[in-house]
């Protein structure tokens, strides 16, 4: 495959849709999700009928909107794209669905953002293909029931617990994708840097892998940017001292920790005493929205070992104090 004008130019968002990957067996990783989808869509196809609804869980860039346009691709259906927050009213919900055709996929990203009546409209839609429309407002609106032909939802969430019981529950397969380890990174980097063109040496790719926060997303961003150093500053390969000064030079640290993170880390120590502390006070204090704090940062320092969740509130483990370089205190909250 070549690659179009736009990805050659480095427009960034052409060049992700281009390193996704389109079937299920070029996904990397999470095997176990792949071979349980791979049942669900396979059972689906021998029936003739629209998969289950499907709730794919886990930090931002995983995989999980890569995994809804794989499963469109691998029923031949066409893939519908919305999200929690472009859904304000049941209206907007309404007019989705109604313009569904028998088989669509219809993705909702962030759908624990979406509007509570919208939610409502929701569960109908997916039980019973069905919605009621309500015109009219007060003693003289009236619903008018609406089918709506058999579809797939497939709805992504940085954590399930985030979704109100009733509709998870009407999820009929749902996965949690956890962060990848270095060497299923080490691979993704490497056939993205085989659609890229861009030649690897010694180590280059590994040294990537291990700073991209266990995040497929940010391994293909981070060998961008490597490749950025290595055309400008070297011969353009990415051995590993090359990736290695680029990497210092766009602040992502040896365990992959980026400034945000180390933004909470360092408030957590240095001005809270290594805690416990409410992630709301922490969020203020790093000056981002809540949601951001333990949405983004926080599962990769809990999964990193750096901070833990309390009841009381966050708490820096000793490895936090050490990767700040500071001495453990003897009387740490941990
Ligand atoms: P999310 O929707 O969870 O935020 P995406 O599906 O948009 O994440 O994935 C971000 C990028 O990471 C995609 O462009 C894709 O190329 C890459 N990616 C994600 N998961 C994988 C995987 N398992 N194997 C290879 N590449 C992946």
Not at 43 to 60: C, E, K, T
Not at 83 to 105: C, R, Y
Not at 189 to 199: H, K, N, P, Q, T
Request: aromatic share 4%; glycine share 10%; with cysteine.
């Amino acid at each position: 495959r070549t690659l179009t004008a736009a990805e050659a130019e480095g427009d960034e968002r052409a060049v992700e849709a281009a390193l996704r990957p389109r079937t299920l067996d070029e996904v990397v990783g999470q095997v176990r999700v792949r071979e349980q989808l791979g049942l669900v869509l396979e059972a689906a196809r021998r029936r003739g009928r629209a998969p289950d609804h499907v709730l794919l869980s886990g930090p931002p860039g995983l995989g999980k909107t890569t995994l809804a346009m794989i499963i469109a691709a691998e029923m031949g259906s066409p893939l519908r794209l919305t999200s929690g927050p472009a859904i304000t009213h049941a209206g907007d919900l309404a007019a989705i669905l109604s313009g569904m055709v028998e088989g669509d996929v219809l993705f909702v990203d962030e759908i624990h953002r979406m509007s509570r009546p919208a939610e409502e409209m929701l569960y109908l839609a997916m039980e019973d293909f069905r919605v009621d429309v309500v015109i009219g407002k007060g003693p003289g609106a009236t619903a008018i029931p609406l089918e709506i032909p058999p579809f797939t939802l497939v709805g992504a969430t940085t954590r399930a617990g985030l979704l109100p019981g009733p509709l998870r529950d009407r999820f009929g397969f749902t996965a949690h994708l956890e962060f990848y380890e270095p060497d299923e990174l080490e691979l993704i980097v490497r056939r993205s840097a085989d659609l890229l063109g861009v030649e690897l040496a010694g180590g280059g790719a590994a040294e990537i892998a291990s700073r991209s926060r266990g995040t497929p997303r940010i391994a293909n961003r981070l060998l961008r940017r490597v490749r950025d150093y290595a055309q400008v500053r070297a011969d353009g390969v990415v051995t590993q001292p090359v990736a290695r000064t680029a990497l210092d030079l766009y602040e992502v640290d040896s365990s992959g920790l980026d400034r945000l993170d180390r933004a909470v880390l360092d408030v957590l120590c240095r001005r809270f005493g290594g805690g416990p502390v409410g992630v709301s006070t922490l969020a203020v204090a790093v000056g981002e929205e809540r949601e951001t704090v333990e949405e983004v940062a926080e599962p990769f320092l809990v999964r990193s070992g750096l901070l833990a969740r309390t009841p009381r509130g966050r708490v820096a483990t000793p490895a936090a104090w050490e990767h700040l370089g500071l001495p453990v205190p003897a009387a740490s909250a941990w």
